[in-house]
Every structure is written in C-alpha cells, then in structure tokens.
C-alpha cells in the first residue's frame, strides 16, 4: 500500500518535471523551465547536504562552499580557454571532494556547536578568498563567456536541453544518496547519528565514516556548483556566502530530513514561495521568513511527511 | 578469557570502584551481584572502555585492554549488550542487526540473521520495523541479536530482563541457556537470583566498589547471609 502511494509519488513528480518544457513552451512561459532548472540544481545541493544532514547528523553550516568551488572550477577554466565540460565537470566534482576531505577531516572531530561553526568558518574563508582575488572579479564575480562544451553533444546555452541534463542529473543524484543511505555504510552512518557512543561500544568508530559521508556530499555539491555556473553563466563569491549555506539547509529542513524526495520539495517551494513574494514586494524576506517559521513549527517532519507517498518507508 | 585486577574507576572526583578483581574462563556464564548503585555497570563500562579506569588491570585473553577505545575493546571480541538496550530508533530490525556485524575474530559458524531469527523467532516477524516501534521485550531480544551479530567470544549482558514481563524474562534466559550450550562465555548483571543460580557457575557480589564474596551456584544459594547482607533477599 505505503509502495503504491511511493510509486505514485515518484511517477507523478518525474512526468510532471519531464513534461514542463513542452507546457510552458505552449503557454509561452519560457520563465518557468528557468525557475525550475534552478529548483532542481538546488536540489541536487540539497540532497546532498541531506546525505551528512538527515542521515549522518552532521549539521554543516557551510556546504555551500562546494557550490562555490563547483562554479569557480567551471568559471576559472574557461577564463583560461578551456571550455570542454569533460575536464571543467571532473574538477569541479574532484576539487569540491578534496575541499571536504580536508575541511571534514578537521571539523569532524568537533561536535555539536562547534562543528557547527568550524564547517562556517571554512566557508568564509573562501568565500573571502573569492572576494579577494581581482583577476576573477573579485567582489563582482565573473561572466563566463562560453558555457561547457560536450563534444557538440549537447548545447547547454539551450535553456530546453539543460533542462532535461539538470533533470536527470537530479534524479540520479536523489537516487545515489537513497542507495548510500540504505546501504551498509549509510545503516552505519544512521546508527552513529542516533547514539554515537553506542555504535562505539558495538565496534565501530564513526569518525571515518562520517568523513567518507562528508567527502561524497561535498562531491555532489560541487556538481550542483558546475550545473549553477552554466545556469547562470556568472560566478560570484556570492554562491558561497553563509546565507547561501542556510539557504540549502532549510531546503532539507523544510522538505524533510532524510528523506529522499526532501531536499527536492523543499527546492521547490522555497525557491517558487521567493520569486512569486519577490515578484510582489521587494520586502519578500519579511513575509517569507515567518512562513518558514510557521512550517518548521507545524511539520516537524517537512513536506515529506504530509505528502502521501512523498516519505521514506 | 577475561581478567580484571584492582580495578579503579571514578566519575570526576567521586571513585566508584575500589578494586574490583574478578575473572571468566572460556565457555563459562559468571554474575555480578549486588544491590544498585555498588559499581556493577561501572565495571563493565570500565572493561568496555566507555568509562576510564584509574588503575589496575583488564586482560582479555591474555591482551592488555585496558585504556583502548570502546571500538577497539568490542572489536578485540566483547559484545555488550547494554543497560537501557539503546537499540538505533532510526534503524529497522534488519538494519540493526546488520549494520554493525561482523566477523572479526574469524568464528566458522558465525552468527547470520537466520540464527539470530531463529534463536529469537519474533524478531522474524518484526525485521522491516523500525527500533521505536518495538516493545520492551522485542527491543532487548534486538540488543542481544545486534550484539551476537559482531561474533563476540565474550558477551556481557546489563540488566538484561530488567522492566520485562515474567513470561519474557524467562524466554531471555532460555535464550542465555542456549548460547552458553552453545559455548559462548557470558558476563552478566541481574536480579534474578533464581534464575542465575540455574544458569551461571560463578557470581561475585560487589558492595560499594569492592567485591565482597564469591562462588559457584551452590555456595550462594546456601549463604543466606551473604544473599540477606548484600542483595537484599
């Protein structure tokens, strides 16, 4: 019954993403292919926070560092001429992966606030670092001039056929993080984010674990930062400021921690709730900001809880 | 198989453990009596690496233990089952027994979730719920299962029929009755004098950190007043 509703959920969501460039572009509405190839490029970063976040219990208040390192990677590339997506996308993903093995292996051993406020600090540490350096804008970012090129595989200035790379690239992503999260090392990762003493005691140190979790999440992330630089074809310091890594966090909190379809309903509504205020006041953060409140209040579990068929088993 | 000598143990300034001496052979069951609050958990918190201890000397098979992680302790091949169980919440019945097992000390008969779910049938039934879901009953037969599941060669029990109904207790110490046939050494702490003088073949009784007496089933159950001065019965 609970597999039925679950099969739904995931059709409908998968046909409903896949037929909205055909509909919008009857309606004339190129717009919303835009808004929703940006929804879903957050929420591969999403899901992949809600790899360390939901099942792993490291509450990282940076992780829009690998959004930045991702975009850097692609923009810095081809600043220098090098434009093939084949060697911008492998060291957008490598680079953001080494960034956190590194900042995971220091801030891993703290715990609770100051994991916290390690994983930030890591953030604005590049994020300054993106301000400082002129020759890629400095403060202003940097136009990227040409987007990825794959081998005239695909165009990705056409705002259709990066729609459909982001959507799968999404669905693979959510799919990857269920797999880990139910695989033996993902049972491990839970087990040590419900009582970490007691996974200690039954044999197991979760340190490296956790590192592992830390590292493949920061490689995903860092996908979402490449998928964002050719979505807007500018980088910024901006991608990696603290209220872009809050940004992310409430997707996962307001979606549903460890829940696959959380991170992508939480892109969603946060994203669509942003542009329609945005499109109404400029003071949209005033009436935002108390709805989010209101939602963390009144579903404690997200949106993954309320949806029928949208939870985990 | 496990030796501890003049174990001391203290939270912060206040000591709990005076010296606590006592040992297990191979394929033995042994006790550790007393009322609450005389160093019982302490000492197998101890032993486990949980909780520091000050001084004296854990062997488990002949190895130096004491001072390693708790990870290190139960990979060298001790199970404990805890007081409280603290089975994963967030796990299914499967999933608890499998995240953690393994088979370090390389047993060529070891534990799958068929024999798990064999020696404790109900938890069959349950394998897709999740570790909330459970009764109490259910729950420990899981943190024994979870514990059997990493192969120990020494399994420590903590208050392991503690709060469950008669009929459940006594399908927990049959469950005992079946690992020691089957030749694992256990350690453990309970209140059931009864039951453990049928099962176990030695017990040590600890008052305030110390142990104070000790023997086989026999010797206890004709002390009355070791059993009226320092268990209450």
Redesign the interface.
């Known amino acids: 019954m609970r597999a039925h509703a679950q099969l739904i959920f995931w059709a409908v969501l998968v046909a409903a993403l896949a037929l909205l460039p055909p509909v919008v572009g009857v309606l004339h509405e190129p717009f919303y292919v835009e808004l929703v190839r940006r929804v879903m490029i957050f929420a591969i970063a999403a899901a992949s926070l809600n790899l360390i976040l939901g099942y792993g219990g490291l509450v990282s208040f940076g992780h829009a560092a690998y959004l930045g390192i991702g975009g850097y990677a692609v923009g810095i590339l081809s600043f220098y001429g090098m434009n093939s997506g084949w060697l911008q996308w492998p060291v957008a993903i490598g680079a953001s992966a080494l960034v956190a093995l590194a900042i995971g292996a220091v801030s891993i051993r703290a715990s609770g606030m100051y994991f916290i406020m390690i994983t930030l600090a890591f953030t604005q540490m590049l994020y300054y670092l993106g301000i400082s350096i002129e020759e890629f804008g400095g403060d202003d970012g940097m136009r990227i001039k040409t987007r990825s090129q794959f081998s005239g595989l695909i165009d990705l200035a056409d705002p259709v056929a990066s729609y459909y790379l982001v959507l799968v690239l999404m669905f693979g992503t959510i799919y990857l993080v269920h797999r880990i999260a139910r695989s ?1 090392f993902g ?2 990762l ?2 040590a ?3 970490e ?9 979760p340190y490296s674990y956790r590192l592992c979790a830390f590292t493949i999440a920061g490689a995903l992330c860092g996908l979402a930062g490449a998928l964002l630089a050719n979505h807007t074809a500018y980088i910024t310091p901006d991608f990696m400021h603290w209220t872009r890594s809050g940004e992310i966090m409430f997707m996962v909190i307001l979606g549903g921690v ?1 829940s696959s379809a959380g991170p992508l309903l939480g892109a969603l509504v946060l994203l669509v709730f942003e542009t329609l205020l945005a499109g109404w006041t400029e003071h949209w953060q005033v009436i935002l900001g108390p709805l989010l409140v209101l939602s963390v209040i009144f579903f404690r579990t997200g949106l993954a809880g309320i949806i029928p068929g949208a939870g985990d ?1 | 198989m496990l030796r501890v000598e003049g174990l001391e143990t203290a939270y912060g300034l206040s000591q709990v453990l005076f010296g606590v001496s006592f040992s297990i052979e191979a394929g033995q069951v042994v006790t550790l009596l007393g009322r609450n609050g005389m160093g019982k958990t302490t000492t197998v918190l101890s032993i ?1 690496g ?1 909780v520091p201890a000050r001084r004296g000397t854990i062997e488990f098979d002949g190895k130096p233990i004491r001072g390693l ?3 290190r302790v ?2 060298a091949g001790i ?2 089952v ?1 007081e409280g169980r ?1 089975i ?4 299914t019945v499967r ?2 027994l ?3 097992a ?1 088979n ?1 000390g390389g047993s060529s008969d070891p534990w799958t979730l068929e024999r798990v779910f064999d020696l404790f049938p109900g938890l069959r039934e349950r394998h ?1 719920s999740f570790g909330n879901q459970l009764s109490g009953g259910e729950q420990q037969m899981l943190a024994i299962g ?2 059997l599941m ?1 192969n120990p060669r020494l399994l420590i029990l903590d208050e392991a029929t503690e709060g469950l109904a008669p009929l459940i207790q006594a399908d927990i110490y049959r469950s005992i009755v079946r690992l020691k046939t089957e030749g694992l050494s256990i350690l453990m702490i309970d209140k059931n004098l009864k039951a453990l003088s049928v099962i176990a073949d030695g017990h040590y009784v600890l008052e305030k950190g110390r142990v104070v007496w000790s023997g086989d089933s026999a010797a206890l159950s004709g002390n009355d007043e070791v059993k009226h001065k320092y268990l209450g019965v």
């Open positions: 033996r049972m491990v839970r087990a984010k419900s009582n003493a007691r996974s200690r005691a039954i044999g197991f140190s460890a088993e | 486990m949980v992680p708790s990870y139960a990979q199970g404990l805890p603290q994963f919440p967030n796990l999933e608890n499998v995240a953690t393994a370090r897709r979870r514990a990493t």
